[in-house]
């Protein structure tokens, strides 16, 4: 089993930043990949990010790439998105997730975090 606790949503004006983090655990956390996925009103749920325990490579959607980050620290198994030049459309529920990428999108998530909500108010 792996546990997933996401943190840092809020308001933000548009062209702030916010930092989510996200606490992961269990016995087989570090097999898997981790992500960042979000979901607008009336919207499906879309992959943001992902990062492995190891290396160097992150991936991003297009919508963000240049203005959010993915980063880790394995020392204390968590996961961040540093998001800047916040923009309204970046409003949504924001969701850790382990497993799945890029390209099986959110049906290759293995477990997923409560999510938290960002809200970008012009």
């Known amino acids: 089993q792996v546990q997933l606790e996401e943190s840092g949503g809020g308001l933000v004006q548009v062209g702030g930043s916010l930092r989510l983090s996200c606490a992961a655990s269990?016995?087989?956390?570090?097999?898997?990949?981790m992500n960042w996925f979000r979901q607008a009103p009336g919207k499906g749920r879309e992959y943001v990010a992902g990062i492995r325990w190891s290396g160097d490579s992150a991936a991003y959607a297009d919508s963000v790439k240049g203005r959010f980050t993915i980063s880790r620290d394995n020392a204390k198994s968590a996961i961040y998105l540093q998001m800047n030049s916040l923009k309204p459309e970046d409003t949504a529920v924001y969701y850790c997730?382990?497993?799945?990428?890029?390209?099986?999108?959110?049906?290759?998530?293995?477990?997923w975090g409560k999510g938290i909500l960002v809200t970008v108010s012009s």
């Open positions: 997730a382990a497993g799945g990428d890029s390209r099986t999108g959110a049906r290759g998530v293995n477990y």
């Open positions: 269990g016995r087989t956390v570090s097999r898997h990949v």
